[in-house]
Structure formats: C-alpha cells, structure tokens
C-alpha cells in the first residue's frame, strides 16, 4: 500500500518592511527550491478557500506553500532547505507547520534561529508526520487512533 504525502504549509513572512509583493516573490523563489527535495510529492501555492463572488477560481495565497511529503526523510530535508534558503535572505522568517505543530525559522542577523522544540532531525519530524497520520486516520474512521510507545 502506498503511503499518502502528508500536507504541510510553508508561511514566508517577508519581515516587518515586507509588502505583498515582496512575499509573492520570496514565496515564488522558495517554492522553486523546494521542487529540487527529494521526497517533496508536490509544492504548489495556497489557495484562498474563500473566493469572491462571481470569481472564475480561488485567489492565491502568496505567501503560503503547500508541500506534500512521503516521509521524516522529506519533511527534514524540507526544513533544511527552508532554514539555508532563509539564511540567504537579508530578514523574514519561514513557518513549517503539519497538523498542529509548528516550527519557526526566523533570519536574525543573517543566522537563522529555530523557535520550537521540535528538532529537524530524528523523532521531531517523525512524531509530526505520525500525529498527522494518525488524526487524518481517525477523521476518516470516526474513532480515536490507539496511543502508541
């Protein structure tokens, strides 16, 4: 059985000089490398769910990626290339959040600074990609999901 990717959304903040423009750009140039991660299913622009009347489709969210990943392998490299990309920025920050958890990357001085206690590596991204699985699986069954160890 083939794993369905799980969705997560990738919010750019230009910073507090930052106009739409300028997230559209930066949203635009990140989708663009995460293309290249191995694992990345699909990375396309958000879309407005809330379209106005008499629109032929949603408006983009510019600012908002969502990314599909298959496993923690993914979802890390994902943030690494969020986290470099982010360093080459002059400021802003990028969110990473699957689910209800969400990580910040903030560019402070040109160094990025992690703003969670969830860690790119290892169980971090593990646990998040379970917790997903897990509540998409009891959303479609109607039951709580067995605790796991």
């Keep these: ?16 000089d930052g106009d739409e423009e300028e997230v559209a750009e930066l949203a635009l140039r990140l989708r663009d490398e995460l293309r290249e991660v ?7 622009l958000a879309r407005d769910a809330a379209a106005p009347p008499g629109a032929k489709g949603a408006a983009v969210e510019w600012g ?13 490299a994902l943030v690494t290339t969020a986290s470099s990309w982010l360093g080459r920025q002059r400021g802003g920050s990028v969110r990473v959040r699957i689910g209800d958890d969400e990580l910040e990357l903030a560019c402070e001085q040109y160094e990025p600074v992690w703003h969670s ?7 971090g991204s593990e ?8 509540s998409r699986t009891s959303s479609r069954t109607g039951r709580d999901p067995e605790p796991t160890t």
């Excluded at 206690?117 to 169980?123: A, I, K, V």
């Design 127 to 134: 646990e998040c990609l379970r917790r997903s699985r897990q």
């Design 38 to 44: 191995d694992g990345a299913a699909s990375v396309r």
């Design 64 to 76: 908002t990626l969502l990314v599909g990943v298959v496993s923690s392998g993914a979802l890390t």
């Design 117 to 123: 206690p969830l860690t790119p590596r290892g169980r």
């Design 1 to 16: 059985m083939v794993e369905q990717p799980t969705e997560v959304v990738v919010r750019v903040d230009a910073g507090p």
